[in-house]
């Protein structure tokens, strides 16, 4: 599985970016994928999961009721909707995707769990 993440760019605070996450590969809809964020000199951070059939989906505290994540396995690409956007949520932000297991699921928020990512899109936010 190959993923290629867009969408970022730069917004003021309180606007909205939809990030997307575009997957090669037959065997999508098989596949997690989750979004992490990173900020110089910090680790990798969760941010949001959703699983291969779109069914469950998670997100970090500091993102929930704001971000939505969402897929669409006939175009394999997943989507995070981003809105009320805060300075805070300045980062490059990854795509990570790998096989739908139960350990997946149980601990979506370890990026070391993810086989395949993307490249990064950056996001900046201005107050």
């Known amino acids: 599985v190959q993923l290629q993440a867009s969408g970022g760019g730069l917004v003021q605070a309180g606007g909205s970016l939809r990030l997307s996450c575009a997957a090669s590969?037959?065997?999508?809809?098989?596949?997690?994928v989750a979004w992490f964020r990173q900020v110089p000199g910090k680790e990798r951070a969760f941010v949001s999961f959703?699983?291969?059939?779109?069914?469950?989906?998670h997100y970090a505290d500091s993102v929930k009721g704001r971000f939505t994540i969402s897929r669409d396995n006939a175009k394999n690409t997943v989507y995070l909707h981003m809105n009320i956007l805060e300075p805070e949520d300045t980062a490059v932000y990854y795509c990570?995707?790998?096989?739908?297991?139960?350990?997946?699921?149980?601990?979506?928020?370890?990026?070391?769990?993810?086989?395949?990512w993307g490249q990064g899109t950056l996001v900046t936010v201005s107050s």
């Open positions: 990570a995707a790998d096989l739908d297991t139960y350990d997946l699921r149980s601990r979506h928020y370890a990026s070391s769990l993810y086989e395949y």
């Open positions: 590969g037959r065997t999508f809809s098989r596949h997690a």
């Open positions: 959703i699983s291969g059939n779109g069914g469950r989906a």
